[in-house]
């Protein structure tokens, strides 16, 4: 069972930046690959980026590509999500997600996740 916690959403510029971060409970967490969704009022959620359990490999939707950027620290039971440049459209619920993988291998959908946080919301002003 994994518990994850995000922080680190609130209101910024348009072309400012954000780090949010996802803290875990648990001592395997390093055995869970890590992602991260948005959703936007009356939008299903969708996907933003996933790292393996090691880090060593990454997935980015196509949309934040370049200007976003995921990182974990397993010592500290934590992933990051860095947004750059930030746009009106990224203004959303950030949501963390987490499940075990058996390789160390990213997870791109909802249905793949099963531990998901509460979620932070994001707002970018024009």
């Known amino acids: 069972q994994v518990q994850l916690v995000e922080s680190g959403g609130g209101l910024v510029q348009a072309g400012g930046s954000l780090r949010l971060s996802c803290a875990a409970s648990g001592r395997t967490f390093s055995s869970y690959a890590a992602g991260w969704f948005r959703q936007a009022p009356g939008t299903e959620r969708e996907f933003v980026g996933s790292?393996?359990?090691?880090?060593?490999?990454?997935d980015y939707a196509d949309s934040v590509k370049g200007r976003v950027t995921i990182s974990r620290d397993n010592a500290k039971n934590t992933v990051y999500l860095q947004m750059n440049s930030l746009k009106p459209e990224d203004t959303a619920v950030y949501y963390c997600a987490a499940d075990r993988t058996s390789i160390p291998i990213t997870l791109a959908t909802v249905v793949e996740y099963r531990y998901w946080g509460q979620g932070t919301q994001v707002t970018v002003s024009s």
């Open positions: 790292i393996s359990w090691s880090g060593e490999r990454t």
